[in-house]
């Protein structure tokens, strides 16, 4: 895992601050040995040091306050002291008096390209100049009375010696001693604690030691664990902060210190860092928005959290006691969420979540939560075949959701008013018989209500027929139909007798007409014979059932006239007999 990292900018690291604190004596020029009769500039240095300020100097065996800088023509130790700070490491002036020296710098550090010069009394033109380490001749960059050795280090410490022709004689030098220091020293790797808690910030520190002389000189740090950089080299602070250290964390650490100029690396010591995780405690899962029964659809999320614990936590979530994990997340979080952006019935039923952060593991108590189906619309329908049926009939109305968690209640409406309530306490169809009777015609209905949703069915309509009215209206139209069949038979009638009376009426046929004896003649003792009944009408009406029909019959008297032929029928009063 990638430490995140904070870099801390240090004015001073703990070592130069340490030696600022002490002062310098610094000679210029910066040769040793000398001849005789020149002059050397001593400078004391450090913080706070300023050009012609009084300092306690040591020279010729004792404390004296000079100025500073000071210039000294004799050989000897040489100090100085500020009040507050501690005296400098002495310096060693050599004034020579020998025809030919080789000067060394006073101070040469590791990456220093150094100058040795061979110089004769009074800078006499020199020939076949040579140079020697440790005795035995050395090759060099040799320039004249000059020898350069770039990239000095402490393989190059040693004593040196020129020799060279001078005019008069050949001549050799005394030996002087090249000390290659160091630059820094190796630095120390520090922390704030070799077994910290995860979780919790840590400290490294890369601490090294630059001397006043090269107080100006910029150094990089790298961090590594394990062989692999956590610090990029371009990182000029020597303090690596980890804000919350992980038990991933752990291993092996070091630093290295680099100069930005010269090619000088220093690693540190390797430092063991074991990273202590913290068992999870306190585990707690809820419901939001905290309710025990959702609506289908709705969105659920169950949250499962510790209180403590450190490292990557391993969330899982358990339903209805089944081993495996219904769903399992695992990132640096002291919560975690489980949605459910659209919640099914089939999600119902209890819950507990188990956090591990491979230290240990703990079980949350149990959540439930029921999921409630809305009613869908309910289906109206009737026994009654094409919606129609006669009064006296028993009509069986039924009532039906598909889908609607139970309990579902429902009412049956007619005409907009509640016909019938029924409970049905694991949902379902619900049905109740109507004897019906004329008044139960009209518009039907049906509503299912579970409490959370209600729904209307389509309306529908029932018609009811009644048997004995439809009989009274087909007599009552037959007998209408009587009354217009008599009202004209008795217009006819009307119209043949006036017909008659007025002469146009047709002469009887002699068979049809039977003589008929003057009683004045004939007297008692002849009787008059019967004349057949002759019906005018007959049928008026075909025959219909409950259908009553009349036939009106003209009865004819008359008298036979012997003499004469013709027969002229007499005014008959009576000659109409009605039904």
Same mark, same amino acid.
């Given at each position: 895992?990638?430490? #995140?990292?904070?870099?801390?900018?240090?004015?001073?690291?703990?070592?130069?601050?340490?030696?600022?604190?002490?002062?310098?004596?610094?000679?210029?020029?910066?040769?040793?040995?000398?001849?005789?009769?020149?002059?050397?500039?001593?400078?004391?240095?450090?913080?706070?040091?300023?050009?012609?300020? !009084?300092?306690?100097?040591?020279?010729?065996?004792?404390?004296?306050?000079?100025?500073?800088?000071?210039?000294?023509?004799?050989?000897?130790?040489?100090?100085?002291?500020? $009040?507050?700070?501690?005296?400098? $490491?002495?310096?060693?002036?050599?004034?020579?008096?020998?025809?030919?020296?080789?000067?060394?710098?006073?101070?040469?550090?590791?990456?220093?390209?150094?100058?040795?010069?061979?110089?004769?009394?009074?800078?006499?033109?020199?020939?076949?100049?040579?140079?020697?380490?440790?005795?035995?001749?050395?090759?060099?960059?040799?320039?004249?009375?000059?020898?350069?050795?770039?990239?000095?280090?402490?393989?190059?410490?040693?004593?040196?010696?020129?020799?060279?022709?001078?005019?008069?004689?050949?001549?050799?030098?005394?030996?002087?001693?090249?000390?290659?220091?160091?630059?820094?020293?190796?630095?120390?790797?520090?922390?704030?604690?070799?077994?910290?808690?995860?979780?919790?910030?840590?400290?490294?520190?890369?601490?090294?030691?630059?001397?006043?002389?090269?107080?100006?000189?910029?150094?990089?740090?790298?961090?590594?664990? $394990?062989?692999?950089?956590?610090?990029?080299?371009?990182?000029?602070?020597?303090?690596?902060?980890?804000?919350?250290?992980?038990?991933?964390?752990?291993?092996?650490? #070091?630093? @290295?210190?680099?100069?930005?100029?010269?090619?000088?690396?220093?690693?540190?010591?390797?430092?063991?860092?074991?990273?202590?995780?913290?068992?999870?405690?306190?585990?707690?899962?809820?419901?939001?928005?905290?309710?025990?029964?959702?609506?289908?659809?709705?969105?659920?999320?169950?949250?499962?959290?510790?209180?403590?614990?450190?490292?990557?936590?391993?969330?899982?979530?358990?339903?209805?006691?089944?081993?495996?994990?219904?769903?399992?997340?695992?990132?640096?979080?002291? !919560?975690? @969420?489980?949605?459910?952006?659209?919640?099914?019935?089939?999600?119902?039923?209890?819950?507990?979540?188990?956090?591990?952060?491979?230290?240990?593991?703990?079980?949350?108590?149990?959540?439930?939560?029921?999921?409630?189906?809305?009613?869908?619309?309910?289906?109206?329908?009737?026994?009654?075949?094409?919606?129609?049926?006669?009064?006296?009939?028993?009509?069986?109305?039924?009532?039906?959701?598909?889908?609607?968690?139970?309990?579902?209640?429902?009412?049956?409406?007619?005409?907009?008013?509640?016909?019938?309530?029924?409970?049905?306490?694991?949902?379902?169809?619900?049905?109740?018989?109507?004897?019906?009777?004329?008044?139960?015609?009209?518009?039907?209905?049906?509503?299912?209500?579970?409490?959370?949703?209600?729904?209307?069915?389509?309306?529908?309509?029932?018609?009811?027929?009644?048997?004995?009215?439809?009989?009274?209206?087909?007599?009552?139209?037959?007998?209408?139909?009587?009354?217009?069949?008599?009202?004209?038979?008795?217009?006819?009638?009307?119209?043949?007798?006036?017909?008659?009376?007025?002469?146009?009426?047709?002469?009887?046929?002699?068979?049809?007409?039977?003589?008929?004896?003057?009683?004045?003649?004939?007297?008692?003792?002849?009787?008059?014979?019967?004349?057949?009944?002759?019906?005018?009408?007959?049928?008026?009406?075909?025959?219909?059932?409950?259908?009553?029909?009349?036939?009106? #019959?003209?009865?004819?008297?008359?008298?036979?006239?012997?003499?004469?032929?013709?027969?002229?029928?007499?005014?008959?009063?009576?000659?109409?007999?009605?039904?």
């Amino acid at each position: 895992m990638l430490l #995140w990292i904070s870099l801390w900018i240090l004015v001073s690291i703990n070592g130069q601050a340490s030696a600022a604190k002490k002062a310098v004596v610094i000679p210029s020029p910066s040769w040793i040995p000398v001849f005789k009769g020149e002059k050397v500039t001593l400078t004391c240095s450090g913080f706070h040091f300023l050009e012609g300020e !009084k300092l306690w100097w040591f020279y010729e065996q004792k404390w004296q306050k000079k100025s500073n800088p000071l210039e000294v023509k004799k050989t000897g130790e040489y100090r100085c002291e500020k $009040d507050g700070l501690m005296h400098s $490491d002495p310096v060693y002036l050599l004034f020579s008096t020998d025809d030919l020296i080789l000067q060394t710098p006073y101070s040469v550090f590791e990456g220093d390209t150094v100058l040795l010069i061979c110089r004769g009394w009074n800078d006499v033109l020199l020939k076949h100049i040579s140079y020697y380490k440790d005795k035995k001749p050395f090759s060099g960059v040799n320039t004249n009375s000059t020898l350069s050795i770039p990239h000095a280090n402490s393989d190059h410490n040693g004593w040196y010696s020129c020799k060279a022709q001078l005019k008069w004689s050949q001549k050799t030098s005394k030996d002087v001693k090249l000390q290659v220091l160091e630059l820094f020293s190796p630095p120390k790797m520090k922390t704030t604690t070799s077994e910290p808690m995860e979780g919790t910030p840590v400290t490294l520190s890369c601490e090294t030691q630059l001397p006043l002389q090269r107080s100006d000189t910029k150094l990089n740090f790298s961090f590594f664990r $394990d062989g692999r950089v956590i610090t990029s080299t371009q990182q000029k602070s020597q303090v690596l902060q980890i804000p919350a250290i992980q038990r991933e964390d752990s291993g092996s650490y #070091w630093c @290295e210190a680099e100069t930005m100029t010269q090619d000088i690396k220093k690693q540190s010591e390797h430092v063991k860092i074991s990273v202590k995780r913290i068992p999870v405690s306190g585990i707690l899962l809820k419901i939001r928005p905290p309710k025990t029964q959702v609506i289908e659809g709705e969105k659920l999320v169950l949250e499962c959290s510790v209180a403590g614990g450190t490292g990557n936590i391993t969330f899982c979530w358990h339903k209805d006691n089944v081993k495996d994990c219904l769903r399992k997340k695992t990132q640096y979080s002291l !919560k975690e @969420e489980f949605v459910f952006s659209t919640i099914k019935k089939s999600d119902e039923g209890r819950y507990h979540c188990v956090a591990d952060n491979n230290i240990n593991n703990i079980s949350s108590g149990i959540v439930a939560f029921s999921v409630i189906i809305p009613v869908s619309r309910p289906l109206l329908t009737f026994s009654a075949t094409g919606m129609q049926t006669v009064v006296g009939n028993v009509v069986e109305l039924r009532c039906e959701v598909l889908r609607g968690s139970a309990p579902i209640f429902y009412q049956f409406y007619h005409k907009g008013l509640i016909l019938e309530t029924i409970l049905a306490p694991f949902g379902g169809i619900v049905s109740f018989n109507l004897s019906v009777t004329i008044e139960h015609s009209g518009n039907y209905s049906c509503k299912a209500n579970n409490s959370f949703s209600s729904q209307l069915s389509e309306i529908l309509e029932l018609s009811i027929l009644d048997p004995t009215g439809r009989s009274l209206l087909i007599m009552g139209i037959m007998l209408s139909l009587l009354g217009i069949l008599s009202l004209t038979a008795v217009v006819l009638l009307i119209y043949f007798k006036l017909k008659r009376k007025s002469g146009r009426s047709p002469v009887s046929k002699p068979s049809r007409d039977l003589p008929i004896t003057d009683p004045q003649e004939s007297g008692h003792s002849n009787s008059i014979t019967p004349v057949e009944l002759q019906p005018i009408y007959a049928n008026v009406t075909p025959f219909i059932e409950n259908v009553v029909y009349s036939e009106v #019959w003209n009865m004819k008297q008359g008298k036979i006239n012997r003499v004469n032929n013709s027969v002229t029928p007499p005014e008959d009063k009576d000659s109409l007999e009605g039904l």
